[in-house]
């Protein structure tokens, strides 16, 4: 004999499931809606509806003021400082600052440590050269808002970008981007950055970001608020009508849509993937496939360097900035007795070599070579006898004598 129904669920027939997906779907379509408005009316700086277009200045308009800068595709490649060590590139605009709270740089490949700095000049105080910390968040420039900055005021005559020294490497400007921001302003920015493309990198087997490196809120953020509020509305509305026995199912149902979402993103960025990767390997032989990887540069230096190192296995210290290309320098030196840091930057100290060895340098700070003396010094140590066999911008390879 069954046992008598409790009270809440006495003579209630379970809901059907059909009613329950499109109950917890509508819910969190809903929810997903609401988090997006509240997050745009509650960040967006300025006018919520503003009556003015957002702007960009290429790199083309910029132009080197300090330091070297080179053309790079639709990129500038800041690849030096001056002798005072700083590098400067401005434009010349002419905007209202109450119409644009937001200047976005666009710019990557800068290391976290760098001291770069946003510059503008106004018509109100046209002798003043103003000034603000530009924050840098996985290599890229952040966005700044300046809708309560004191100097951001009357018009906007020109702006220009500091990049303080010394650089481990080129550093690339592709703009900056002056918003109007606004409440569909604030929406783009916030959508276009879910559905910026983001190429594998070397730390892309672990974890990827979904979009742009920089993103003022994050997908996985909106979508977990969202379903806790579908959730928890889903479960008032059936307390009410005495069916908790469908939550389960709604859950899972909330939980499976928000995977959805993600798993086709994730999906979407690794078809532009495929493209991008058989856009640069595609058709080419082993040879010029290392030629156009991220480390191209560095294969085709050691190539140069291998035709003039013995044939028999030799001793050579790689020294660089970065433990990527340190560990790639000694992958495309095998089989000689490669030996380099992987964890640290370290410079092998002078009674670690003897004669026959030899130092490959690429792009390291610290290391001088005298010609005329032959003499090679690593960091604070003592000067090492040294002769140049191979020496290109930013790189050498040098034997101890």
């Not at 960040?43 to 910029?62: D, I, T």
């Not at 970008?161 to 592709?174: E, K």
């Not at 928000?258 to 990767?277: C, E, F, G, M, S």
Request: proline share 7%; with cysteine.
């Amino acid at each position: 004999m069954n046992e008598p129904a409790t009270a809440a669920t006495a003579n209630v027939p379970p809901a059907p499931y059909r009613r329950i997906a499109r109950g917890a779907l509508g819910l969190f379509a809903l929810a997903f809606v609401l988090c997006l408005a509240a997050y745009a009316l509650v960040s967006v700086p300025g006018a919520w509806f503003p009556g003015a277009s957002s702007q960009f200045v290429g790199a083309r308009a910029f132009t080197t003021n300090r330091g070297t800068a080179i053309a790079d595709g639709d990129a500038l490649a800041i690849t030096a400082t001056d002798a005072s060590g700083l590098a400067l590139i401005a434009a010349n605009v002419d905007l209202r600052s109450l119409d644009y709270p937001i200047v976005a740089w666009q710019g990557f490949g800068f290391p976290a440590n760098a001291d770069v700095r946003f510059l503008w000049r106004t018509d109100y105080a046209p002798n003043k050269l103003n000034s603000l910390p530009v924050p840098i968040v996985a290599g890229r420039l952040a966005p700044l808002e300046l809708a309560r900055h004191p100097d951001w005021i009357g018009r906007v005559r020109g702006v220009a970008l500091a990049v303080r020294g010394p650089l481990a490497g080129p550093v690339r400007i592709v703009g900056v981007k002056l918003e109007a921001g606004g409440v569909t302003g604030e929406l783009r920015d916030v959508v276009g950055a879910w559905t910026t493309f983001e190429p594998w990198s070397g730390t892309s087997i672990n974890t990827i970001t979904g979009g742009a490196d920089v993103q003022p809120l994050p997908l996985p953020t909106v979508l977990v608020v969202a379903g806790l509020l579908a959730l928890a509305t889903w479960f008032a509305l059936a307390w009410r009508r005495r069916e908790l026995a469908g939550f389960p199912a709604a859950a899972a149902i909330v939980f499976l849509a928000a995977w959805i979402v993600l798993d086709t993103q994730w999906a979407a960025n690794l078809v532009r993937q495929v493209a991008a990767t058989r856009a640069q390997y595609g058709g080419k032989d082993w040879h010029a496939s290392h030629l156009a990887a991220e480390d191209g540069a560095l294969f085709a230096f050691i190539e140069k360097a291998r035709a003039k190192l013995p044939a028999k296995p030799v001793r050579i210290f790689v020294v660089a900035d970065a433990a990527y290309f340190r560990g790639r320098a000694a992958y495309h030196l095998y089989p000689h007795n490669v030996l380099f840091d992987p964890f640290t930057d370290t410079l092998p100290q002078a009674a670690w070599l003897k004669p026959g060895d030899y130092v490959l340098v690429w792009h390291r700070r610290g290391v001088q070579y005298s010609p005329e003396e032959h003499r090679l010094r690593l960091g604070d140590g003592a000067p090492i006898a040294a002769q140049a066999v191979l020496v290109e911008p930013g790189a050498a390879l040098l034997e101890i004598l």
